[in-house]
């Protein structure tokens, strides 16, 4: 494979290869190859390759889940030696390992170019912000767009799950969501008076990297929406700053992920809409290896792709993740829910 954005990780001696479906072709079993669907060591790429292996079962494929594969380098290099056939994963991150070189932040075209409108007329950008691109400006281009181009071969991307957004989030703590408008582009002339909590770790996603908070946080806020915050602190969980926004430690806090992901879901908090994506796309993704599924196949993870949301995920990956529930059995449920 090859990309200078990722090494080609040895895979682990010992993985769990749990069965999520196994169908039998109608006359011969030899006419549909089993599929290998891989995850890495954390709840929502487990529950994503049980979501996924049991879609493409319903297909009549053989389908099997191989779990605890590791870090992001480790499932991507079974994907390359081809001991697995596809994978879970969220689309700016992949961007990220593939092209860290890439400055697009808005999820598609379509939305970059709407970014690109606004702050062509200053819409949307607070004064002394300039409306032309600058690394970490959303119009620089789309996750979608730079991703496929960034795709080493003998890999493709499928539909991305266009409901899912996984992206880091600003929230305001219940006192402050009284006194601010919880929408960052009319929050920016108040940043200076708040004090900011940044979480530093990756408990929301053990497999994204952790954020650097000037270069992760502050510059993209500044480049975006000209919110210059000069009072902030960082915390080692998002947990951690969920318990400083709620006991008024800090006015608002930006978490590394959703916080629908946060143990028993986001309470009180009030999120920022962040419409300019100072915070790059995160919807999920299948990678896969290219040409290994038919095209009933592939519209099968696109039809998942299409039912996916954030609450719907988040929710699962709490069970999975906080009370111990199986995930096999929560994509099951999901994909009944969904006739899928």
């Known amino acids: 494979m090859g990309s200078a954005g990722w090494v080609r ?5 010992a993985v769990a290869v749990t069965v999520a479906a196994l169908a039998v072709a109608c006359a011969n079993g030899d006419d549909h ?3 290998t669907v891989g995850a890495g060591d954390s709840a929502q790429s487990e529950l994503l390759a049980e979501i996924y292996a049991q879609a493409l079962a319903r297909t009549g494929a053989p389908a099997v889940t191989r779990k605890h594969l590791g870090g992001r380098a480790d499932y991507l290099a079974a994907l390359d030696a081809g001991t697995i056939t596809v994978v879970g994963d969220t ?4 961007l990220r390992t593939f092209d860290s070189s890439s400055r697009a932040t808005a999820p598609d075209s379509a939305a970059a170019a ?15 912000v300039s409306a032309t691109a600058t690394p970490g400006s959303p119009s620089a281009g789309s996750v979608a767009d730079d991703l496929s181009r960034a795709v080493p071969a003998g890999l493709a991307v499928s539909d991305p799950a266009d409901a899912t957004d996984l992206r880091p989030q600003f929230a305001l703590a219940p006192a402050a969501a009284s006194r601010y408008p919880a929408d960052l582009a ?17 408990e929301l996603d053990p497999l994204r990297l952790p954020p650097d908070p000037q270069r992760d946080v502050l510059a993209p806020l500044h480049t975006t929406y000209g919110c210059d915050i000069i009072r902030h602190l960082e915390f080692g969980s998002d947990t951690e700053l969920r318990t400083a926004l709620l006991d008024g430690r800090v006015d608002a ?5 959703s916080v629908a992901l946060l143990p028993g879901g986001p309470g009180d908090l009030a999120v920022a809409t962040d419409s300019g994506y100072a915070f790059r796309a995160q919807s999920i993704v299948p990678l ?17 792709a299409g039912e996916l949301s954030t609450a719907d995920l988040a929710a ?3 069970r999975v993740r906080d009370d111990h529930a199986p995930a096999a059995e929560q994509a099951r449920i999901w994909l009944d829910e969904h006739a899928l």
């Not at 990780?9 to 001696?13: L, P």
């Not at 896969?288 to 998942?304: H, I």
Request: overall charge positive; aromatic content about 2%; some cysteine.
């Open 288 to 304: 896969l290896r290219q040409g290994a599924l038919d095209q009933r196949q592939l519209e099968k993870l696109n039809y998942v």
């Open 9 to 13: 990780a040895t895979a682990r001696a």
């Open 33 to 35: 190859p089993r599929i």
């Open 114 to 128: 709407n970014i690109a409108r606004e702050r062509a007329t200053d819409g949307g950008l607070a004064p002394g």
């Open 253 to 257: 806090g930006v978490f590394t992920s």
């Open 91 to 94: 689309g700016g991150d992949l």
């Open 316 to 318: 699962m990956v709490r």
């Open 186 to 202: 009319e929050l920016a002339p108040h940043c200076a008076e708040l004090t900011v909590g940044i979480a530093t770790g990756h």
